[in-house]
């Protein structure tokens, strides 16, 4: 039986990506064996692309599991590779200060039901680019679990969003959550024992 192998963290930006100062960056950088998905244009909001660049990130970097935070414009983008690639490896997905699919025309292209992977969903009662009454109803249409961080802006480097606490916590908790169900696959003859 091959040794279990924990999910890799995918860290998906929004527009015009996210900075050395940015939170998804240091995020990147707290797990050794982060990727990140880089578009080919970060300044065009190409939903169908982006997606697309999501799966072919995956795919490049081989078999394995991931668990998915996105930013903005990114978790649109997610949301859509989801609705796209039934087996995606994403196991679990995070989605903050999501951007408003009305700005950009693109409602009618995002997942109008559940999304096949637990969820949650952060947003902000002032944020620019979502409101939190259109976000607690994307989270709900999502089935999505649903936090509102107060007036924080679009929880970004310029809302005064460098390290990001939160984002490590839930990858965290995403991690072993992970490991608990690979747990009855793992464990020994000699752990079951105590089980009987």
Partial sequence: ???????????????HDSGPAH???WLQAQFRDARRVQQHD??????????????????????GEW??????????ALARHLQDVPDSPIRQ????????????GLAELL?????????????????PWMSAQSAQRW???????YSNLGRVGHINTEAGFGPF?????????????????????????QEWSFAV
């Fill in 111 to 127: 997942p109008q039901q559940r999304l096949r992977v637990p969820s949650s969903l952060i947003a902000s009662e002032n944020d």
């Fill in 93 to 104: 997905a995070l989605l903050v200060a999501p951007a408003e699919p009305d700005k950009f």
């Fill in 1 to 15: 039986m091959p040794a279990y192998r924990p999910p890799r963290l995918l860290i998906i930006p929004g527009l």
């Fill in 165 to 189: 606490p939160l984002a490590k916590r839930w990858v965290e908790s995403a991690l072993a959550r992970a490991a608990r169900e690979q747990r009855p696959a793992q464990a020994s003859f």
């Fill in 67 to 76: 668990i998915a935070v996105a930013h903005s414009f990114g978790t649109l």
């Fill in 42 to 63: 970060f300044s065009q909001p190409d939903l169908l692309r982006w997606a697309e660049r999501i799966r072919s990130t995956v795919d490049h970097a081989g078999p």
């Fill in 23 to 25: 939170w998804q960056t």
């Fill in 139 to 145: 989270a709900r249409r999502w089935g999505s679990s």
